[in-house]
């Protein structure tokens, strides 16, 4: 691990692991209750790392905050039955977070996530972050707050953390933190769409491979 980062943070959803079949589920339950029209999955699977508010409104148009609060409301109670046991892990992660501790690296997670429902199905393989910032705990991505935060809490200067994330909203908070980044184009973003200057990585696999090349710290 190059010695210019002594903390690499994650985002979770398409970066460490996968929840988008209960986020499916769940966006679907809520827009079905709420008697609006059901789109396309690509257009739900395109919403994962926003906020539940914002989803609403990239799905349906309506900033209504009612609205809003409605489809939050039912997402979240589809969510407490499906998210932590349909969650699955990208291959490489598990073996990417142990080499990164064993390095003295510290770990930590900043996600949009609910925090309870992060915490569960990180503990159900065993990864202990050392720090883990929830949309919760500070203001969601693209603020930079929780990235800030978990910096903050681990006594680091942003520019000593390494984020990586799938999106261009992770990439935003990133920028706006004053941290490095590296795109995982494991999601729904397209390569295409991170700034030119980004560096971007396939898989767990190969960004292990890239920062082992950086050198042991």
Known sequence: MTAKYHAVL???DYTLGDTERGIVASTRYALEQMGLPQPPEEAIRRTIGLTLERSFTALTGSSDPAGQAKFSRLFNEKAEEVMVDSAVFYPGARELVDWLQASGTAVGVVTN???PRIAAILHRVGIAPAVLVSAQDA?????PDGILLAANSLGLKPEEILYIGDSCTDEAAAAAAGCDFIALTTGATRPEEFAPA????ASLAALQ???EQGGER
């Open 198 to 201: 980004t560096a971007r990585c």
């Open 113 to 115: 996530k609910n925090r």
């Open 10 to 12: 994650f985002d979770f």
């Open 209 to 211: 491979k890239q920062l």
């Open 139 to 143: 203001r969601p991505k693209p603020a």
